[in-house]
């Protein structure tokens, strides 16, 4: 089946129909979620939420195309755990870069990176590319949308492989989760009080912080918490699409003529 928003899926006669306003490119990780949600866990709900925003968006008029996701992610500190895949986060910017490139070769001048990985560190892209003439870049952390509904549904601290991401996956793959085998996602403190309470940042390597890679407990998840979860956050980013899709790209954009 043909889905006019969704790369993989057009011909070249449909793309010769078709005018496109924004792309939205994906990136996840290939790495353990514990012992009850899939290696590709941040690839596949990257994608699912948003293909599920493209799709509304466009039917509300949007002209939004999802590319296909980058699966790999920044994974240095998972290492120690079998077939965790490290890209380096330059790497992940050269190959935006290079996406964002043909994407303004092609005429489209708006790119939404889609992200689904904590490790995945855009912000410093943004800022790099800030003031090209021919692009508008920006970037979602799909599991910040409904931070408050979140704080609503989900009674357990989540960092990985907790309550909320197993919620999701409950509703949008539950096929691969296997909530019988979840522990109870409890971490180990560093010796130094500076670092627990934030004002010291370090990369925790995750096979000393945690037991099996998950932190936080996901055995209260449920598919219903998670499809209003999913439900909100897309419902807000396509609406965010929409508009995007919708707002002319000239020298003042993303902003008004207005001061507040």
Known sequence: MIYPWNLETVTYADIEQLRYEVAVLPVGAIEPHGKHLPYGEDFFCATAIADRSCRSANEQGARTIRLPAIPYGVDSNLLAF????????STLNRVAADVMDSLVHHGVHKLVIFNGHGGNE???FLREHYGRPDIFVCLINW???GGDVGRELFTHEDDHAGEMEASVSLHLFPDL??????????????????INEGWVQ???????FTKD??????R???AEKGERYVRVSVERIAQFLVEL???PYDERFPYGTQFA
């Open 202 to 208: 370090i990369t925790r390597p995750w096979h000393l």
């Open 143 to 145: 599991w910040t949308v």
């Open 220 to 222: 209260l998840a449920t």
């Open 213 to 218: 890679s998950n932190a936080g407990d996901a």
């Open 245 to 247: 899709s919708a707002t």
């Open 122 to 124: 855009f912000k410093s």
């Open 177 to 194: 989760v296997h909530l019988e085998r979840a522990g109870d996602g409890s971490t180990r403190k560093t010796d130094f009080r500076a």
């Open 82 to 89: 079998p077939f965790a895949m490290n890209v380096r986060q």
